[in-house]
């Protein structure tokens, strides 16, 4: 696992931002990432559980750049 995938679940007013660990596999003909995503959301210990999502680029960061996250 080497990057977090940037996820919003949204319930009525109610907004929280969270981040999945995953894994880049390569890049799609519309210029989307396809990542295999690890976990359900943000629920602790199911990291047994993956899917694979077509995402925007912007949306997917590398594990070191999470200090970058920690300022803003």
């Given amino acids: 696992m080497s990057h977090f995938l940037r996820c919003r679940h949204?319930?009525?007013s109610n907004i929280?931002?969270?981040l999945m660990r995953c894994d880049v596999?390569?890049?799609i003909k519309s210029g989307k990432l396809k990542v295999k995503v690890y976990g359900?959301?943000?629920w602790k210990d199911t990291d047994h559980i993956t899917s694979i999502r077509h995402v925007?680029?912007?949306r997917?960061?590398?594990i070191e750049d999470t200090e970058q996250l920690?300022?803003?």
């Fill in 70 to 72: 920690e300022t803003k």
């Fill in 25 to 27: 596999l390569g890049e």
């Fill in 56 to 58: 925007a680029p912007d």
């Fill in 40 to 42: 359900r959301m943000f």
């Fill in 16 to 18: 929280r931002d969270y």
């Fill in 60 to 62: 997917v960061i590398e």
């Fill in 10 to 12: 949204c319930l009525g």
